[in-house]
């Protein structure tokens, strides 16, 4: 179970204003803490306000002084996206890559050159996906795509794009069937999702984010982004794993208990 750490991302008021402050002392804090809860990517995101190359620049740099972890480099821009490849110590990964025409064009040689991870949106120049089957033909051309490219299936990390429930009451399932249906038909490639859009605009938010990441490790969901800092949400997932039969002998949840990071 792979977890990126969501924290560090300028669509978060506090962060943008942190980095237009240079805020060291804050962003340090919270790369330091996202890695001691449990994160093996920390997501690093500085397209909010002006100057994102120079913030990515700084950004990267200051998160690598606190932390071991590689970086999930998160960014619309290519032109920022490859700055901050640039300063990675350890292979990153990229949030991310789409079949829309242009994103793939501009971010499928940041991938080969720069030999990293990567997450493919199931989404292509025709918007997001309204469907299963929407989601099944997008993930077929981009595995299909990357792999006919030389990138090998564990470094590709499928996001089927989950939607916010409270716009349609289907979303959830949708998600959870297309998390199934790409599992069957690719047992090599990882599975994420950013699971926090599902609860958008409804209430007592974590609640639902907590769920559902569940009922995705059930369908075979092995990556999230999320916020490690939830002790609940990190509970669960190990809990998750066990129960998904990923833990031979519950020896790591039981560790986890033992070591009082894992709690009811
Ligand atoms: N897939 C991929 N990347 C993604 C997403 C995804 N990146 C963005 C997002 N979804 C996941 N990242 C975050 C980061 C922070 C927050 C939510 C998702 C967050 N939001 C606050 C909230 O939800 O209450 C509001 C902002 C604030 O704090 O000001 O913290 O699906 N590939």
Redesign the pocket.
Known sequence: MIVIG??I?S?????AQAIEQRDEVYLKDLARRQVEAGAHFI?V?AAAGGNEIENMQWLVELVQEVVDVPLCI?SPNPAAIKVGLELCRQKPMI??ISAENERWEEVLPLVKQYKTKV?A?CMDSKGMPESVEDRLRVADQLVTGLTAAGISEDDIYL?P??KPLGVNHNFGVEILESTRALRQKYPGVHL??????V??GLPE?KLLNRVFMVMSVAMRMDAF?L?PLDQTIMSLLAASRSLSGQDEYCMDYIAGVRAGKIKA
């Not at 669509?11 to 962060?15: F, G």
């Not at 994420?192 to 859009?197: I, R």
């Open positions: 969501e924290l991302n669509t978060r008021k506090a962060i997501d995101n998160d949030n991310s997450i949106l996001d794009l989950v994420v999702s950013g699971l926090s859009n609860s958008y938010r982004i916020d």
